[in-house]
C-alpha cells in the first residue's frame, strides 16, 4: 500500500501484503485490523447488508457504528454477493492475487461456497488460508456456531467469576473474540514469515474454544499439569477469593507486593516491621501457599490512608498500584492520547472520529492506519479495476446484484435507500 506515514501512524511493516478479508463482527475483524495498522492491504469483502457490526452501538450515521469504526480502520471495501455464480468468480480474482485468505464462515459452509483450504489451494497455490473457527476441526463440535458468550462458558471464564452464591457472570468484556482475535494475528504474521522465505501457502485454523482453553489454563491447570495429576485445577491467588481490591478511606485502590523486598518494605512503612522476617514474607513458596493472609494484613490497614496517599507510597516502594478507574475515565485519559493509542482524526461525514491503535509502538511510534473505515462499499469500483475489469464489466456485476458499490462520503438520508448504498 502506498499510504503516507506519519508520527501517529504506523510504519508500513507489512508493505505490499495483500488480505482479502471474508471475515465480520469482532474475532476476524480485530485480527485483519493488527494487520492493516501494520501496514497490510486489507480488501474487506462484505455482504449486501454489510457486516452486522456496522449498526452495534450508538452511531451518527446508520452503518458505522463505534466498534465497527475502530475494527476497521485502513480497510477498503467491497461488496460482493458470493451466493451468485458471477460474485464467486470475482472473489476467487481477488484470492488470485492476494497474499492472505481469511474467513470466520464455518468449514461446511464455506466449502460449499467454493472456497475451501484445497479450493483456495487450487486457485493460488502461494495464498495463507486463514481460518476463524469456532472449534478445531477434530473437536466434537468442529460444525458448531460460537460466540464470546458461549465460549466464556464452555471454557470456565463465567463459572470462574462467579457470584459469591455461585451464579456465573459472563466477564464484560469481549474477551474471547479479541484473545482469539491476538492469537489468530500472530498465527498469520508467523505463517507469512514462512511464506516470505519459501513461497509456499498453507492452512492456518484458529478456534476460539481451544485458543480460550489454553488462555485460560495457563495459570490454572495448576495439578492438572502432571500425570498423575497431582492436585486440583485453579490457581488460587487469582479465583474469586484471590486477588483482592482494597478499601481505602475514600476509595478503592489495588496493590500488591511482589518481591520479597517489596513486601517487606511495605509492612515496614505500615507499622509492622516484624513482619519483614515472617516466612511468608522471605519464601516465595511459603507466600505462594498462604498469600491470602498476606492480604488479609494488608486489608486491616487499607481504610488508614487515602487512595492518594496508598498510591504515592506504592511508587516510593516500586510496588504495582492503580486506583480503581471507570471506563468513562479511561476513555478520556490524557496519557492515552500524549502517547497515541487515542487519536482524534477528521472523518468526512461523521465529524472527528477518536481512533484507537494496534498493540505495539515501533519506532516509538503507535501503529494505526492512516486512513479512516470504509462506508459500505466504498472502493468497490477501484477494487474490481485493480483485477482487470473494465468499467462496462464492472456495470454489469453492478446489473446483476452480484456486486455493489458505495460512497466515500456520508450515505443518503433518503428513506428509500437507509443504507446509503448506490449501484
Known amino acids: 500500500m502506498n499510504a503516507t506515514t506519519t508520527a501517529s501512524q ?33 480488501i474487506k469483502v462484505e455482504v449486501p447488508d454489510g457486516d452486522i457490526m456496522r449498526y452495534a ?25 458470493i451466493r451468485r455464480a458471477e460474485g464467486r468468480r470475482t472473489l476467487e480474482a481477488l484470492v488470485a ?3 492472505i485468505f481469511v474467513h470466520n464462515v464455518r468449514r461446511e459452509p464455506i466449502a460449499r461456497l467454493g472456497f475451501s483450504a484445497a479450493d483456495v489451494a487450487r486457485i493460488n497455490p502461494r495464498a495463507l488460508y486463514c481460518a476463524a473457527t469456532g472449534f478445531g476441526p477434530s473437536h466434537p463440535l468442529a460444525e ?48 507469512l514469515v514462512r511464506q516470505r522465505a519459501t513461497g509456499q501457502g498453507g492452512v492456518v485454523d484458529v478456534p476460539m474454544y481451544e485458543t480460550l482453553a489454553s488462555f485460560c489454563l495457563v495459570e490454572h491447570l495448576q495439578g492438572e499439569t502432571f500425570a498423575p495429576a497431582t492436585g486440583p485445577v485453579g490457581y488460587t491467588r487469582v479465583t474469586r477469593d484471590g486477588r483482592r481490591i482494597y ?36 519464601d516465595p513458596a511459603v507466600r505462594g501457599n498462604r498469600f491470602h493472609e498476606l492480604y488479609d494484613i494488608v486489608e486491616s490497614v487499607a481504610h488508614t490512608r487515602t487512595v492518594t496517599e496508598w498510591i504515592a507510597l506504592a511508587r ?65 469500483r477501484d477494487i474490481l479495476r485493480e483485477i482487470g475489469l473494465d468499467d462496462a464489466a464492472i456495470d454489469a456485476l453492478l446489473r446483476c446484484g452480484a456486486a455493489h458499490a458505495g460512497s466515500s462520503r456520508a450515505p443518503s438520508a433518503d428513506p428509500m435507500n437507509p443504507r446509503g448504498r448506490t449501484q
Request: hydrophobic share 45%.
Open 10 to 42: 504506523a510504519p508500513g511493516l507489512l508493505d505490499k501484503v495483500r488480505v482479502i478479508d471474508l471475515t465480520s463482527v469482532v474475532f476476524g475483524p480485530y485480527a485483519t485490523q493488527i494487520l492493516a495498522d501494520y501496514g497490510a492491504d486489507v
Open 57 to 81: 452501538g450508538h452511531a451518527t450515521q446508520r452503518g458505522m457504528g463505534p466498534v465497527f469504526l475502530n475494527l476497521n480502520r485502513g480497510k477498503r471495501s467491497i461488496v460482493i454477493d
Open 144 to 191: 458448531a456456531p460460537a460466540i464470546d458468550d458461549v465460549i466464556q462458558c464452555a471454557v470456565g471464564l463465567a463459572q470462574s467469576n462467579g457470584d459469591a452464591d455461585g451464579t456465573p457472570r459472563l466477564v464484560p468484556s469481549l474477551i474471547a473474540d479479541k484473545v482469539a482475535g491476538l492469537a489468530l494475528a500472530c498465527a498469520m504474521l508467523c505463517a
Open 247 to 282: 478499601r481505602a478511606r475514600d476509595g478503592y485502590v489495588s496493590m500488591t507486593p511482589y518481591s520479597n523486598e517489596q513486601w517487606a518494605r511495605f509492612f515496614c512503612a505500615v507499622g509492622l516491621p516484624d513482619m519483614q522476617h515472617d516466612p511468608r514474607v522471605t
Open 316 to 380: 516510593e516502594l516500586s510496588m504495582p498500584a492503580m486506583p480503581v478507574i471507570d471506563l468513562a475515565e479511561v476513555a478520556i485519559d490524557p496519557a492515552l492520547a500524549a502517547g497515541g493509542t487515542i487519536e482524534a482524526r477528521a472523518f468526512d461525514g461523521l465529524g472527528t472520529v477518536r481512533h484507537l491503535a494496534s498493540p505495539g509502538f515501533f519506532d516509538g511510534q503507535p501503529a494505526r492506519h492512516p486512513r479512516n473505515a470504509p462506508w459500505l462499499g466504498e472502493h468497490t
Open 97 to 99: 492475487g492476494a497474499d
